[in-house]
Protein backbone atom coordinates (compact mmCIF):
# COMPACT_ATOMS: atom_id res chain seq x y z
CA UNK A 1 0.00 0.00 0.00
CA UNK A 2 1.10 3.98 -1.02
CA UNK A 3 -0.92 5.97 0.65
CA UNK A 4 -0.18 9.51 2.79
CA UNK A 5 -0.61 9.92 6.89
CA UNK A 6 -3.35 11.95 7.47
CA UNK A 7 -1.56 13.30 10.55
CA UNK A 8 1.53 13.78 9.04
CA UNK A 9 1.40 13.93 5.27
CA UNK A 10 4.16 11.45 4.71
CA UNK A 11 4.28 8.94 2.62
CA UNK A 12 3.35 5.33 4.46
CA UNK A 13 4.97 2.46 2.02
CA UNK A 14 4.17 -0.99 3.82
CA UNK A 15 1.62 -3.75 3.92
CA UNK A 16 -1.85 -3.02 3.98
CA UNK A 17 -3.37 -3.85 7.60
CA UNK A 18 -6.72 -5.48 7.17
CA UNK A 19 -7.26 -6.36 10.32
CA UNK A 20 -6.66 -2.78 12.25
CA UNK A 21 -5.67 0.44 12.01
CA UNK A 22 -2.18 1.34 9.90
CA UNK A 23 1.16 2.72 11.36
CA UNK A 24 3.38 5.65 10.22
CA UNK A 25 6.88 5.11 11.10
CA UNK A 26 7.47 8.75 10.48
CA UNK A 27 4.95 10.62 13.42
CA UNK A 28 4.43 6.80 15.14
CA UNK A 29 0.73 7.71 14.61
CA UNK A 30 -2.07 4.50 14.18
CA UNK A 31 -4.91 5.51 11.39
CA UNK A 32 -7.27 3.73 9.45
CA UNK A 33 -7.56 4.08 5.82
CA UNK A 34 -11.20 5.21 3.96
CA UNK A 35 -12.55 2.16 2.84
CA UNK A 36 -12.42 1.17 -0.99
CA UNK A 37 -15.22 1.98 -3.12
CA UNK A 38 -15.63 -0.93 -5.55
CA UNK A 39 -17.90 -0.58 -8.25
CA UNK A 40 -19.65 -3.24 -9.51
CA UNK A 41 -18.28 -5.06 -13.26
CA UNK A 42 -21.69 -4.95 -14.79
CA UNK A 43 -21.83 -1.11 -14.61
CA UNK A 44 -18.90 -0.69 -16.88
CA UNK A 45 -21.06 -3.11 -19.11
CA UNK A 46 -23.84 -0.80 -18.73
CA UNK A 47 -22.03 2.18 -19.87
CA UNK A 48 -19.64 0.56 -22.40
CA UNK A 49 -24.01 -0.33 -24.10
CA UNK A 50 -24.77 3.28 -23.41
CA UNK A 51 -21.87 5.20 -24.81
CA UNK A 52 -21.97 2.25 -28.50
CA UNK A 53 -25.15 3.89 -28.82
CA UNK A 54 -24.81 7.53 -28.16
CA UNK A 55 -21.80 6.63 -31.15
CA UNK A 56 -23.85 4.77 -33.43
CA UNK A 57 -26.52 7.55 -33.32
CA UNK A 58 -24.67 10.47 -33.60
CA UNK A 59 -22.95 9.03 -36.82
CA UNK A 60 -26.42 8.36 -38.32
Not at 9 to 26: E, I, M, S, T
Request: hydrophobic share 45%.
Amino acid sequence: MRTNCPYCQALVVQAKNRDGPNFCPKCCCLFELPEELKVPFWIFGVLMFLMVNLQFIHSH
